[in-house]
């Protein structure tokens, strides 16, 4: 009892000491929370009287719904960034003068020959700059949060609509609590290292973002010197390496939940185990300090070392590539001179603040030589890749699944990263073609006209999986046919399940110059996912169909989805005649004028152009030439003779300027059958997202129909026929 009484008195004593403190706390929270919330409440007075005055209870219950949403973002978003402002200026206040006694030689002195053990000493000093923190926050914080569940009840929120609001404010206090923790155990850390204050908020930075800063260099080096680099690290995990750089990640991922309340649980575990185990080491530091030490500098030899090369490498390697930039690359010995420079120089300077004294600059010469040849070598190692990255093949033997992402070959937007798409879920387990696709990859590059740019995921047998962005050419691409043309690709980037299309609200057609949406549940839910079941079966029969659009495409069908990450990106479905179930599925649905063929008879001229920026001043054969390439119709003999079908009356072809088109010629087409010949060549709609892989894409001609009005229209490459690519170097 008496232990315990001493104890409370000694807070209480210490907390005599640091009323600045809890007025400065008191004050944050005030101001930043209570103020804040009660700024926010009163914008929305009146609400009680819109929501009286409103015309019938679906619009009620739309304002309802947007105000509970609202106070919970407030609770999840501002006072996680207000918050965590009184948290980490807090954990800093508090952690470096909590324990300003030791940077005194009196004052360290004096406590020191109190008959009280360091660990009650330690205790006292870390309970009351937590308690500085804490009480005034939640002084002020759980008035505020019965404030926002009354706001609630007062609008009609459900019993459990205010316990949501409760519970988000409370998970927001768990976060910045462990913010507030790591922030302060760091900083009691570099105060036991050291003996003023000048060193503690040097050994505070360094140990703050030294491990971030590691990190971020050697990703500097593989961005910049490796070709075939892909981001794949975990950034959540190297945060905790840096408690400075983790405290404030902590909170974004609190405010940016998303709805995965395990992970963030398991993050916020970690955090806590990390300012756990610094708080364990101010302790072991405090309880081993020498009184002499303060007033001085830091003398702790493995502090200091592992400081100084952590400094001295990323100094150095930074002055290597700030070099190499300035002199665009050419060579390494400016990269050497910036590395010795930042390196003798971050070293020097930290010799002179650890010792406090001006002569000490090149002292731990052995070290900083040792630091400086092991930056230099690394360095050389990115530069001629001796880690053999780039060119890395593994044995076929060895390889177990490939995964790939081809974002442009989908019918929707895939985010690599994210867990669900190809990259991460496919197990494509064919080794041959795996193999003859990662060969090709690794081989070295050379000048391509086209090339394609594939993340890559290799899982070998012993289970680890690297990563690489692999550049494929033209000549190539077919490698990439039957790995994305497989079951395991299909499944996370064109098929689509119901779980996905549950929340879907419309749908939209379009081709041509029209476009309809259709609300799915006044269509009819079941309609629209007997539209997509029967893409999902063309799919699966006939994946070359889907891709490569034997046939014409009729039209495109768009709308948002839910995907498996939570995003909702839109797909875009090609629909073309060769997709037996999904035109009739359409059909069935109604939609016949969404896939019909367009009638020849509605236009009076369709009208070819060339490219934007035309040159008239070309000959004959120039245009032809330039006409060819545009269309890609390829040269019918290998002499260049004109074959004598090609030879045709122009009585119904005029060549004219196209004003849209920056006065390019155009030839405009007249003639009815020749008007219906082209209409059964053309697309109805426009480019799908993979015609830049496997198709080779499509040129936009216009139609005018009776009423004058201009229709887009979209030529496949290759299907010109020869005699127009004639008409436009003989028409005139």
């Known amino acids: 009892m008496t232990s315990n009484r001493f104890f409370f008195n000694s807070m209480k004593e210490d907390l005599r000491h640091k009323l600045w403190m809890i007025a400065l706390s008191s004050l944050g929270s005030f101001l930043l929370i209570t103020v804040v919330w009660l700024i ?89 700059g937590f308690l500085i923190w804490l009480v005034p926050f939640l002084f002020f914080y759980l008035p505020t949060v019965a404030m926002g569940a009354g706001f609630l009840g007062q609008l009609g929120g459900t019993g459990q609509e205010i316990r949501a609001v409760i519970l988000t404010a409370l998970l927001t206090l768990v976060a910045l609590t462990v913010a507030f923790l790591l922030v302060y155990s760091l900083v009691l850390v570099a105060v036991m290292l050291s003996g003023n204050i000048l060193n503690t908020l040097m050994s505070m930075m360094i140990l703050g973002f030294g491990g971030i800063s590691v990190f971020g260099i050697g990703y500097t080096f593989f961005a910049v010197y490796m070709k075939r680099f892909y981001d794949a690290w975990d950034w959540s995990g190297i945060a905790y390496t840096s408690p400075l750089f983790s405290a404030p990640a902590l909170l974004f991922w609190r405010a940016d939940l998303g709805g995965n309340l395990p992970a963030f649980w398991g993050k916020l575990a970690v955090s806590f185990a990390v300012a756990a185990l610094l708080s364990w080491c101010a302790w072991l530091l405090y309880k081993n300090r020498a009184s002499e030490l303060a007033e001085h500098g830091i003398r702790n030899k493995v502090a200091t070392s592992l400081m100084k090369i952590i400094v001295g490498m990323v100094a150095g390697m930074g002055g290597w590539l700030l070099f190499t930039l300035l002199t665009d690359n050419m060579t390494i010995v400016w990269g050497i001179f910036g590395l010795l420079l930042a390196g003798i120089v971050s070293m020097g300077v930290l010799n002179i603040i650890f010792t406090m004294d001006f002569k000490a600059f090149f002292t731990r010469k052995r070290l900083m030589a040792a630091v400086l040849l092991a930056s230099l070598l690394i360095c050389f190692a990115f530069r001629w890749d001796w880690m053999g990255y780039d060119d890395y093949l593994p044995g076929k033997k060895k390889i177990a699944q490939l995964g790939v992402s081809v974002g442009e070959f989908s019918n929707r937007y895939i985010d690599s990263d994210a867990e669900q798409s190809p990259l991460q879920g496919m197990e494509f ?14 081989r070295e590059e050379t000048d391509w006209d086209y090339w394609l740019s594939v993340p ?29 043309t497989s079951q395991e690709y299909l499944k996370y980037a064109f098929f689509l399940d119901q779980e996905m299309i549950k929340d879907c609200k419309e749908f939209q057609l379009s081709r041509v110059n029209q476009d309809e949406t259709f609300q799915i549940r006044e269509y009819g839910p079941q309609v629209f996912q007997e539209i997509i079941e029967a893409y999902n079966q063309d799919l699966m029969e006939d994946p070359e169909g889907v891709f490569l659009g034997r046939g014409r495409r009729l039209a495109c069908m768009s709308f948002d989805i839910l995907d498996r990450d939570g995003s909702s990106p839109v797909v875009r479905i ?60 390829p040269l019918q003999t290998e002499e260049g003779i004109l074959p004598e079908e090609a030879e045709t009356s122009y009585e119904n072809t005029q060549m004219k300027v196209d004003r849209e088109y920056n006065w390019s010629p155009a030839l405009e087409i007249t003639d009815p059958a020749e008007i219906a010949e082209l209409c059964g ?27 004058g009005s201009r229709q887009r229209l979209y030529l496949p490459m290759g299907v010109l026929p020869e005699k127009y690519i004639l008409r436009f170097g003989n028409c005139s």
């Open 40 to 128: 926010w409440w009163s914008n929305q007075v009146g609400m009680e009287e819109l929501l009286e005055n409103s015309r019938s209870h679906m619009e009620r219950d739309k304002y309802v719904f947007a105000m509970i949403e609202e106070t919970i973002s407030f609770f999840r978003d501002f006072v996680t960034a207000m918050g965590g402002i009184i948290a980490i200026v807090g954990a800093i206040i508090t952690g470096l003068f909590g324990f300003r006694y030791v940077f005194h030689k009196n004052m360290v002195d004096a406590y020191h020959s109190l008959p009280v053990k360091r660990r009650t000493l330690f205790a006292v000093g870390y309970l009351d």
């Open 429 to 442: 387990q064919d080794a041959d073609a795996i193999y003859s696709y990662l060969e090709c990859a690794v």
């Open 456 to 484: 890559t995921r290799v899982t070998l047998n012993s289970g680890r999986s690297y990563y690489r962005r692999y550049q494929i050419n033209k000549e190539d691409k077919a490698l990439l046919w039957p790995i994305v």
């Open 574 to 633: 090609s629909v073309y005649d060769t997709m037996e179930h999904t035109v009739e599925a359409l059909r069935g649905a109604g939609c016949e004028k969404w896939i019909s063929e367009l009638n020849p008879e509605e236009f009076v001229s369709v009208t070819l152009n060339l490219p934007y920026g035309f040159d008239q001043d070309m000959s004959e054969e120039e245009r032809i030439a330039n006409a060819r390439e545009y269309y890609g119709v």
């Open 681 to 707: 060549l053309v697309d109805y709609a426009g480019p799908s997202r993979s015609d830049r892989i496997f198709q080779e894409g499509c040129t936009e001609i216009y139609g005018i129909d009776k009423e």
